[in-house]
Antibody, heavy 119, light 112 residues
């Protein structure tokens, strides 16, 4: 069974940092392009960024609101995706989902991990 | 950025009756590779989103055949042939043709 499990969400103060993880199973992670998507409380979905597979170039792309503050990386040996978030702002408060890019960019979703940025 | 517009934003429906949601993009979603990376997602209350339809009209694994997608270019439609109680939730359209990927605002479907 294809599965994504996010972790690492927490309460953090503005200006702080946090690293989220997404553990993947049930598919060949090293071949997969992956995304992060977030959802602020009571709001819609917002794409955060993506990382290509190493054979696809391994490059990353980011949404403007997070560019320069967030970094997506991967450890193919551990089938794990990461989101390093620095200089956090209150507007970054959201549930963060990782998604598997298959026929669409959003084939499979994890359950999400909650990030709260507040003083 | 590509702006995705959905209508209606709220849709009270009768069980067993059809329902339809439209989505329009601000630019064509045809990719240079010839594919149209347009999807429909369902988010039930308290759950993460789930892929229903991808590449405009392909049903994802396990999705009931009462869900169908159609459209081309900038105009797309999701149809539910007969609404069931488990279909209550918010439906989002999404595009992954152009960076940044973007979503529609969501259409809330509930039972009359």
């Amino acid at each position: 069974e294809v599965q994504l499990v996010e972790s690492g969400g927490d309460l953090v103060k503005p200006g702080g940092s946090l690293r989220l993880s997404c553990a993947a199973s049930g598919f060949t992670f090293s071949n997969a392009w992956m995304n992060w998507v977030r959802q602020a409380p009571g709001k819609g979905l917002e794409w955060v960024g993506r990382i290509k597979s190493k054979t696809g170039g391994g490059t990353t792309d980011y949404a403007v609101p997070v560019k320069g503050r967030f970094t997506i990386s991967r450890d193919d040996s551990k089938s794990t995706l990461f989101l390093q978030m620095n200089s956090l702002e209150t507007e970054d408060t959201a549930i963060y989902y990782c998604t598997l890019n298959g026929g669409s960019a959003f084939d499979i979703w994890g359950q999400g991990t909650r990030v709260t940025v507040s003083s | 950025d590509i702006v995705m517009t959905q209508t209606p934003l709220s849709s009270p429906v009768t069980l067993g009756q059809p329902a339809s949601i439209s989505c329009r993009s601000s630019q064509s979603l045809v990719h240079s590779d010839g594919n149209t990376y347009f999807s429909w997602l369902q988010q039930r209350p308290g759950q993460p989103p789930r892929l229903l339809i991808y590449l405009v009209s392909k049903r994802f694994s396990g999705v009931p055949d009462r869900f169908s997608g159609s459209g081309a270019g900038t105009d797309f439609t999701l149809k539910i042939s007969r609404v069931e109680a488990e279909d209550v939730g918010v439906y989002y359209c999404a595009q992954a043709t152009h960076l940044p990927f973007t979503f529609g605002p969501g259409t809330k479907v509930d039972i009359k």
